[in-house]
């Protein structure tokens, strides 16, 4: 299993989000590789799904945490999400309520969030 080399982005499917989150994690993390688990509006539905409708995202985490020895997740939010259109602030209390349930799901993970701002920069929050 290669040692560091991943990390895991739970991610909206707005490919306008996927390359700076890429960048951003790369250099964060400091891995080679970005595994990309995406659902419309990812940072909400973390933030408030309950614990059956959950089981799927979970699964793909538990891969790239057993298959890749992924040690990072990051929850990512952005500007105009078709999936969860709701304000800045809001997103930005999702993802810290998607960070919080996933830190207590995976306590040995870092577990982190990120911002996609109305210019395609990300940022750790
Ligand atoms: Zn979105």
Known sequence: MP???FATALN??????????IELIKRDANVTFVDMITFPGMDGFIASAPDQDLT???KMINISIEKHGSGHLYVVGHYDCAGNPVSEE???KHISQSVQR???LYPHLTVKGIW????W?????
């Open 90 to 92: 809001e997103h930005k």
């Open 102 to 104: 996933l830190k207590q």
């Open 56 to 58: 799927q995202i979970l």
């Open 121 to 125: 920069n990300a940022h750790l929050l």
């Open 116 to 119: 996609v701002d109305e210019t």
């Open 12 to 21: 909206c499917m707005d490919g306008r989000t996927q390359e700076p989150v």
């Open 3 to 5: 040692d560091k080399k």
